[in-house]
């Protein structure tokens, strides 16, 4: 096998499995994949075509399907990235230390704060879930099982600072982190469909007092 077919075949990814590994990824694939993400961030995954990403490389579509050779791959392979590196940002807690919680919190908000003032942008998973119908089986999984897991690490940070006494909401932590989650995603797309960052921090606001007692 020739060097550039053993670089092409080290990042192809399963569309049936979802595997991959991001540390194989060449220079040339690794900035298909971030310009695929941005694309699909700001137009959504079903108006990104592989003509629309040559044409924003300034490279051929066949030297896109050499390291992707379907648009399926490609998306698996950034959605699941995306995920690992979204969670890399979610702390651990520790019982006992009460300002493990607000760190933890803390660190689930970072890494969205920038889509606030991103022009025309929203989480990724945001506009996934937007199109979800229109996706192959297996993105939908991915889609799906994200917005799980985070529900579950957001219950389990509200109700372990709630038990230590930094966090106040009203009623079950569970119910509180889907509320929490779900109004942040419907506060990016409509900052996306607006271009008003005040709605965005409007709603963050208003939750965050929810969070903290002060409502």
């Known amino acids: ?5 053993r670089e092409a075949s080290k990042n192809k990814v399963s569309a049936d499995t979802l595997e991959y590994e991001c540390c194989s990824l060449s220079e040339t694939a690794s900035k298909i994949a971030d310009t695929f993400q941005a694309m699909v961030m700001q137009r959504g995954y079903n108006a990104v075509s592989y003509g629309d990403l040559a044409k924003a490389l300034g490279i051929r579509k066949a030297s896109i399907h050499y390291h992707f050779p379907s648009k399926a791959e490609l998306g698996c392979i950034v959605i699941k990235r995306y ?4 969670q890399n940002y979610w702390q651990s807690t520790n019982p006992g230390d009460p300002k493990s919680y607000i760190r933890a919190y803390e660190s689930f908000i970072e890494p969205i704060k920038p889509v606030r003032t991103a022009d025309g942008i929203s989480c990724l998973f945001g506009v996934l879930g937007a199109e979800y119908q229109t996706l192959c089986p297996n993105i939908q999984t991915v889609v799906s099982s994200f917005f799980v897991e985070q529900a579950k690490w957001l219950e389990k940070v509200f109700e372990g600072g709630r038990n230590e006494g930094v966090f106040h909401f009203k009623g079950s932590a569970a119910n509180f982190a889907k509320l929490f989650g779900s109004a942040l995603q419907g506060a990016m797309l409509i900052k996306k469909s607006t ?6 921090d409007a709603v963050l606001t208003q939750l965050e007092d929810m969070l903290y007692g002060r409502s």
């Open 1 to 5: 096998m020739a060097q550039g077919e």
């Open 83 to 86: 995920r690992e590196q979204f």
């Open 195 to 200: 271009g008003s960052p005040e709605h965005f």
